[in-house]
T-cell receptor, first 112, second 113 residues
Framework: QKEVEQDPGPLSVPEGAIVSLNCTYS??????FMWYRQYSRKGPELLMY????GNKEDGRFTAQVDKSSKYISLFIRDSQPSDSATYLC????????????FGTGTRLKVLA | DADVTQTPRNRITKTGKRIMLECSQTKGHDRMYWYRQDPGLGLRLIYYSFDVKDINKGEISDGYSVSRQAQAKFSLSLESAIPNQTALYFC????????????FGPGTRLTVL
């Protein structure tokens, strides 16, 4: 079983839709939870990160972490064609423990 | 100018050839990483280095070696390339010890025939 599971998609939605992207994990030592966005032919870029449980909001993006269920989500409101990209979740252990694992990525296409 | 640069950006080589991928960064970060990305498998860590004298194997280090020539430079070598090493390779950096954002280069697309 992989430590981090992510549905590869592709996910196609109309412009303006709310998008929900999710990852599950098995390692309870993970403390930091990240979402990266990767455009075609580019390296991933950090979109949001959350420490431990809870929600974090940044503009149209909201990240949620539910440690009891080992489940994280990224919500995109009012999705735009420019949001079309691959979204990778990533998780890491606490300071002093090097473990930084990426999900396989979900490909999102927002249709104009 | 880009903070993390990789050379070459594209490379086609033949089975058995030695090849080196280079990474340079101007972010002043101590930590550097090499990943490969394959469809359906995501990003997998090959090697990582927390400073110039520290080199560690990642998840899939077999068939690869690295050299940390300076804080700003981290090279990945394939001693004898094989076709299943065809992939997209990324270099990344981060600030330690609690630097949880990784900054990625633009990638090198490597094809081994």
């Amino acid at each position: 079983q992989k430590e981090v599971e992510q549905d590869p998609g592709p996910l196609s939605v109309p412009e303006g839709a709310i998008v929900s992207l999710n990852c599950t994990y098995s390692n309870s030592a993970f403390q930091y939870f990240m979402w990266y966005r990767q455009y075609s032919r580019k390296g991933p870029e950090l979109l949001m990160y959350t420490y431990s449980s809870g929600n974090k909001e940044d503009g149209r993006f909201t990240a949620q972490v539910d440690k009891s269920s080992k489940y994280i989500s990224l919500f995109i409101r009012d999705s735009q064609p420019s949001d079309s990209a691959t979204y990778l979740c990533a998780m890491s252990g606490a300071s002093g423990t090097y473990k930084y694992i990426f999900g396989t990525g979900t490909r999102l296409k927002v249709l104009a | 100018d880009a903070d993390v640069t990789q050379t070459p950006r594209n490379r086609i080589t033949k089975t058995g050839k030695r090849i080196m991928l280079e990474c340079s960064q101007t972010k002043g970060h101590d930590r550097m990483y090499w990943y490969r990305q394959d469809p359906g498998l995501g990003l997998r860590l090959i090697y990582y280095s927390f400073d110039v004298k520290d080199i560690n194997k990642g998840e899939i280090s077999d068939g690869y070696s690295v050299s940390r020539q300076a804080q700003a430079k981290f090279s990945l070598s394939l001693e004898s390339a094989i076709p299943n090493q065809t992939a997209l390779y990324f270099c990344a950096t981060s600030d330690g010890p609690l630097g949880h954002e990784q900054f990625f280069g633009p990638g090198t697309r490597l094809t081994v025939l």
